[in-house]
Every structure is written in structure tokens, then in C-alpha cells.
């Protein structure tokens, strides 16, 4: 029995099952490998304009603290339930160790559509959601992060609230933050920028050069929009993009800076344009060089994975092929080169490293310094996947998550069993 249950946490566990055979892993040592070794749910009671109290419910999720504290984002998703929220903070546990961060994985979240609620009631929310964390959580603990349905301003709310309970200002407790708030430059921007460079690094692998080359991007988020707009400027083409309310196709290109003005001035794709709509379920399978999934987990299944015409597969968000869909993607390694989702979309942690240590000393760092730093940890990472991946003629995804999860496994192998 299990309170993590649900597509996405048997697509985490699936995963896990195959890495745990290639690694040879004895059945006993797996369970303290994947279960999370703590799972929180809060009741959140918030006062609405309309003079109603609303409950909603909160999540906190950490993996294992057997590296340090741990890590991760914090979603707000209609649909979110603790078994998504474990998932994702697997995942994370993965994407550290393979980034050779000195954390542990974390996610958590509230059920919630924050685009339904006003201003005050997702500050509301977002304060009461925190405050309910704050015996759980700590910069030496677990740091928090955005994800998927909130930003830096979310982020400032969480701090400044942990700080009222400290009687001191805490920056480091949660990453992502406004730099005027503590944040670090190049965090904004971090995930898709990573990924746009990984999917540049895969190109060169390829022999295709980013000029006249094509891309397709789901998801005009934080990572979609910075993905697109960095694929943009190293010169490819952006032929079609999504988010939940439009879908854009033109082979001729689309105007990107036109795109991004758009989004930033009305939160949303939608309104961009009438005559360059196209359906949403055929995009991904459009032929292009970079195929970019920057929105939800589960997007790929096997069907899908048969007719993606693209070179790159760049996982900007977590989760987006299905494990029916590796297979068929194994089956085609030498037609489409994945970067999977714990590689691809790393920049984002990484730079949140960055950021907790740079509060932690107070110091800091200029943004070229922030991105060197970054693109030096993601070509190393790289590297060690396409170096493990040919040795031992295994897909890019066993490679990533066989080096993260063996990396977890040595380190509680060696502090050993307590007590
Ligand atoms: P976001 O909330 O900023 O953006 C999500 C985007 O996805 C929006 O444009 C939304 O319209 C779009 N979307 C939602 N449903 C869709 C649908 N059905 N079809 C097409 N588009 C849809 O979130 P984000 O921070 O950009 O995160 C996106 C993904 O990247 C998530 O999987 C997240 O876990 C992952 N990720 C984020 C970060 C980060 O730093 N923010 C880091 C690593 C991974």
C-alpha cells in the first residue's frame, strides 16, 4: 500500500523499475531508493473577495535528504494531487545527482487554477500555503522553488512570510525570487536557456547548423518562451508554438519577438494571430529540426512517438514522454536524438543552486559569471549521458537517470542503514 498513486507517479516508478534492472539494484534496496521519505498535506483556509472561506490543498513532497537538503518547485495545477507531486520530486532527486548538486529532491504544490483567483487571494493562498510549510521546510532542510503555475512574485510571497515567522530576512529558503528580492540573475531565464543550448550541443552533434534550422515549441511559459526566444537568437526558425489557450503554425516562421511581446502583455498566445491557427494535437508531429515540450508531463505516448518528424527531442518540461513512448523512441535512436527531461531542463535547478549559495554568503554573482558557470555544468552532464549512453549502447534517458540514481545509491550505501 501507497498514498502515491496515478499516471504520473507509476510513470516515475516505471522508469525507476527499468534503471533498477540495467543497474542491477537488489529488490530489497529498491523501496528505499524510490520512496520519498517524506510527503505533507496541508489544508490551506484563505479568505475570498466575495467574503466566502475557501479550503484548498497543499502538498509537500521531499525524496531523500541523504545529500543534503532538498530541492524543488512548487506547482499550482487544477488537477494536482500528492501522487503527481511525488513523481516530480523523484525526478528531482535524479536531475541533482546527475548535475552533481548537494540535494536531495522536493516538489510541492496546491490543487488549485491560480488564473481563477485575484491577486490577493493567490497571495492569500500562497502565505497560507507557506506558513502551513514552515515546520517542514528550511534552508538547510527543504529550499522551494517555481514551477508549473507560479513565479517570482510567488516566490516573494513564501520568503517574505518565512522571514515574519524568522524576525529576520531568510532569502535562502526559497529560489526563483525577484533579484530585488535576493534572486540571483539568470534565473528568470535559466531553464530554457539550458535548454536551447543542450538542443544546440545535440545539433552539432548531428551536423546541423542552427541557422536554417526549424523549431517547435509547446508551452509559452517560463521555459517555452525563454526556449523559444534563445533558440530564436542562436538563429533557428520557430515554426509553431502552443500554450493551453492557441496553437500557431507557419513553416515560413513565426515572428518571435512579436510572440513574446504578446505573451508578456497578455499572460496568454491567445489573440496572437487568426490565420496561422492549427490544432494543437498535430503540432508536435510537424517536421522540424528541435521539437521542444515545454508544457505538461505525459504528452508524448507511443502513437505520437511514431510519427515525431523532428531530429531533437528537448524536454524542457518533466515528464513529457511516456515510457510506451521510450520504447518506440529507443526503437528510433538513430532517427531522433532525445535529451531527456532530467538533462534538458536542468539550467532551472542548477541556477537555483546558484542562487541558495549566493544568499547563503551574501555574495554576489554578475550574470555572464551565472552562465558560464551554468553552461559549464550542463556540457559536463552532457558529456557524461552521451559518454554512458554510447559505452554501453543504452538510450540517452536509462544513461541520465542510471548515473543520478546511482549516484543517490552510493551515497546511502556508504552513510549506511540508521540506526
Ligand atoms: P508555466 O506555468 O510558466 O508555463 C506553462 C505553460 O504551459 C503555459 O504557457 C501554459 O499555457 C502551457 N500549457 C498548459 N497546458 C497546456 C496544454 N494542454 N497545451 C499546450 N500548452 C499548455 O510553467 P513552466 O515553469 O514554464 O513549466 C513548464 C514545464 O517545465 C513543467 O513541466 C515544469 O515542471 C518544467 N520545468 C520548469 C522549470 C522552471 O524553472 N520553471 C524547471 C524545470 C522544469
Not at 526556449?227 to 500557431?248: F, K, M, N, P, S
Not at 549566493?358 to 557524461?384: I, N, P, T
Request: glycine share 10%.
Amino acid at each position: 500500500m501507497t498514498i502515491y498513486t496515478g499516471p504520473v507517479f507509476d510513470m516515475a516508478r516505471q522508469q525507476f523499475q527499468v534503471i533498477a534492472d540495467y543497474l542491477e539494484v537488489p529488490l530489497d534496496e529498491r523501496d528505499r531508493l524510490l520512496f520519498p521519505k517524506r510527503g505533507i498535506t496541508v489544508s490551506c483556509p484563505i479568505h475570498m473577495e466575495d467574503g466566502r472561506t475557501a479550503v484548498f490543498h497543499g502538498y509537500r513532497v521531499q525524496h531523500h535528504l541523504t545529500l543534503g537538503p532538498t530541492k524543488g518547485g512548487t506547482r499550482f495545477s487544477p488537477n494536482l494531487d500528492i501522487g503527481e507531486v511525488a513523481a516530480l520530486a523523484i525526478w528531482m532527486s535524479w536531475k541533482c545527482a546527475l548535475t552533481n548538486l548537494p540535494y536531495g529532491g522536493a516538489k510541492g504544490g496546491i490543487t488549485v487554477d491560480p488564473r481563477a483567483l485575484t491577486r490577493r487571494e493567490l497571495e492569500s493562498l500562497s502565505r497560507r500555503y507557506m506558513q502551513e510549510m514552515i515546520p517542514f521546510v528550511g534552508p538547510h532542510t527543504d529550499v522551494m522553488a517555481p514551477d508549473m503555475g507560479t513565479n517570482e512574485q510567488i516566490m516573494a510571497w513564501f520568503m517574505d512570510t518565512y522571514s515574519m515567522y524568522q524576525g529576520r530576512t531568510v532569502t535562502e529558503i526559497v529560489t526563483g525570487k525577484p533579484v530585488a528580492s535576493g534572486g540571483t540573475l539568470g534565473r528568470r531565464e535559466a531553464t530554457g536557456r539550458g535548454v536551447a543550448y543542450l538542443a544546440n550541443r545535440a545539433l552539432e552533434k548531428l551536423g546541423i547548423a542552427p541557422a536554417g534550422a526549424t523549431a517547435i515549441v509547446q508551452g509559452f511559459g517560463n521555459v517555452g518562451s525563454y526556449a523559444a526566444q534563445t533558440l530564436h537568437e542562436r538563429g533557428l526558425t520557430l515554426i509553431g508554438v502552443a500554450d493551453h489557450t492557441a496553437c500557431y503554425y507557419d513553416p515560413r516562421g513565426l515572428d518571435v519577438p512579436a510572440l513574446l511581446r504578446h505573451a508578456a502583455d497578455k499572460g496568454e498566445l491567445a489573440g496572437f494571430s487568426n490565420q496561422l491557427s492549427f490544432d494543437p494535437r498535430a503540432l508536435l508531429a510537424q517536421k522540424c529540426d528541435v521539437l521542444v515540450p515545454a508544457a505538461l508531463e505525459r504528452v508524448i505516448d507511443a502513437d505520437l512517438a511514431a510519427k515525431l518528424q523532428c531530429r531533437v527531442l528537448a524536454e524542457g518540461a518533466n515528464g513529457p514522454t511516456m515510457p510506451e513512448a521510450d520504447t518506440v523512441l529507443e526503437q528510433r535512436r538513430n532517427e531522433i536524438f532525445v535529451i531527456p527531461d532530467i538533462l534538458c531542463n536542468a539550467g532551472g535547478v542548477v541556477v537555483s543552486y546558484f542562487e541558495w549559495v549566493q544568499d547563503l554568503q551574501q555574495f554576489f554573482w554578475d550574470e555572464a559569471e551565472v552562465m558560464s558557470k551554468l553552461y559549464h555544468v550542463l556540457d559536463r552532464a552532457f558529456a557524461q549521458v552521451l559518454g554512458r549512453a554510447e559505452r554501453d549502447n543504452v538510450a540517452h534517458r536509462t544513461a541520465a537517470m542510471a548515473i543520478g540514481v546511482a549516484k543517490v545509491r552510493g551515497a546511502k550505501n556508504t552513510r549506511g542503514l540508521f540506526p
